[in-house]
């Protein structure tokens, strides 16, 4: 039973690029979170969506960073026009049912760690 | 915001003795808290949570308390082993569906043999 699936690992992009990361959930979750992580820091809610609905974004930057879910195929979280703060480690969690609630444990992948040059 | 803090950044123990890593947090209506320890390059691996209705809970090797007085949680490990050296984060949330996580900074947890 494979877990979270993120990729890539590792991604290089030199400033003004855009960025793509993807996020597989568990099987079986239709909900999935991604969390922002910078250097020495501890994480921060971005965005959760369920299939095909953003449900919060209320920790996204206002420009540049959009994310789906579709009905078929992985999350992703998209990056236009990348610059040097936005290299960090971005995490993608999944639950099977909503929310961070007691008995719903959320799994998270093991991370796509953006550096941008 | 309000967030989650931690009260040491780094903890050094050595094997076999007991751990205990503290958090403040500063957001009263948060009801459910949750340690999750962080090994480097990976993602964060739950350890246990505790809803705010209970002062302590136990698991293999580790316990939480929360003190929701002094608004602190505690995340004790027995018997530490070197495979324990991780960063450990406290991470609070309102037990509502939809509601995010709010992480703390971290603790770094060095265990040596």
């Known amino acids: 039973n494979a877990g979270v699936m993120q990729n890539p690992r590792h991604l290089v992009r030199r400033r003004g690029q855009e960025a793509r990361l993807r996020c597989s959930p568990m099987?079986?979750?239709?909900?999935v979170y991604w969390y922002r992580q910078l250097p020495e820091e501890g994480l921060k809610f971005m965005v959760y969506?369920?299939?095909?609905?953003?449900?919060?974004e209320s920790g996204m930057p206002k420009e540049r960073f959009s994310a789906e879910f579709p009905k078929e195929g992985p999350s992703i979280l998209r990056i236009q026009q990348v610059v040097r703060g936005d290299s960090a480690a971005y995490f993608c969690?999944?639950?099977?049912?909503?929310?961070?609630?007691?008995?719903?444990?959320?799994?998270f992948g093991e991370g796509s760690w953006l550096t941008v040059v | 915001g309000e967030s989650v803090g931690l009260h040491l950044p780094t903890l050094s123990v050595q094997e076999g003795d007991n751990s205990i890593i503290n958090c403040a947090y500063s957001?009263?209506?948060?009801?459910?808290f949750i340690w999750y320890k962080q090994e480097s390059g990976k993602g964060p691996q739950f350890i246990i949570d505790?809803?705010?209705?209970?002062d302590k809970r136990q698991g293999q090797r580790v316990t939480v308390l929360l003190n929701k007085t002094v608004k602190h949680l505690s995340l004790q490990i027995a018997a530490t082993q070197p495979g324990d050296s991780a960063v450990y984060f406290c991470?609070?949330?309102?037990?509502?569906?939809?509601?995010?996580?709010?992480f703390g900074k971290g603790t770094t947890l060095s265990v040596s043999s």
């Open positions: 991470a609070e949330t309102l037990n509502q569906a939809g509601t995010a996580l709010i």
């Open positions: 505790i809803r705010s209705n209970m």
């Open positions: 957001n009263s209506a948060s009801d459910y």
């Open positions: 969506l369920q299939k095909e609905n953003i449900i919060d």
């Open positions: 969690a999944s639950s099977p049912l909503p929310g961070h609630t007691s008995g719903n444990t959320i799994y």
């Open positions: 099987k079986g979750h239709s909900h």
